[in-house]
């Protein structure tokens, strides 16, 4: 069963999913943050912020790429907590007035979950 905490930033998501972890569950990470980290690895603090807010498709393709390698190596005999989903990118890309070409929705589409929960 996979879980997805989702919400407004700094509502308590990853603190729950920490405690979740603690306590033996089986997490994954915010697949953003861990992508964004990597940007900078690759580009540098300012040149990464400059390349999300220019290609905000590019970078949500990117997250969702790593949301879903995340949870392809899962024990799917386990329950799961997400936080967040892939659903996330959707309303980034409406928030930052980027049109989601159908490949992107059709992806979001195929990507279920059996619950998620409004933190």
């Given amino acids: 069963m996979k879980i997805v905490l989702t919400g407004a930033p700094g509502s308590g998501k990853t603190s729950l999913i920490e405690a979740l972890a603690d306590r033996g569950e089986q997490i994954v990470p915010e697949s953003a943050i861990e992508v964004i980290t990597a940007l900078v690895e690759e580009m540098g603090l300012q040149e990464q912020d400059d390349w999300r807010r220019g290609d905000p498709l590019a970078f949500q393709e990117r997250i969702y790429r790593h949301q879903t390698e995340l949870e392809a190596v899962l024990d799917p ?40 929960v409004l933190v």
């Fill in 77 to 116: 005999k386990r329950r799961t907590f997400l936080d967040r989903g892939t659903l996330d990118g959707l309303a980034y890309l409406k928030m930052f007035d980027t049109f989601a070409p159908e490949h992107f929705k059709a992806q979001l589409k195929a990507h279920h979950y059996d619950v998620v």
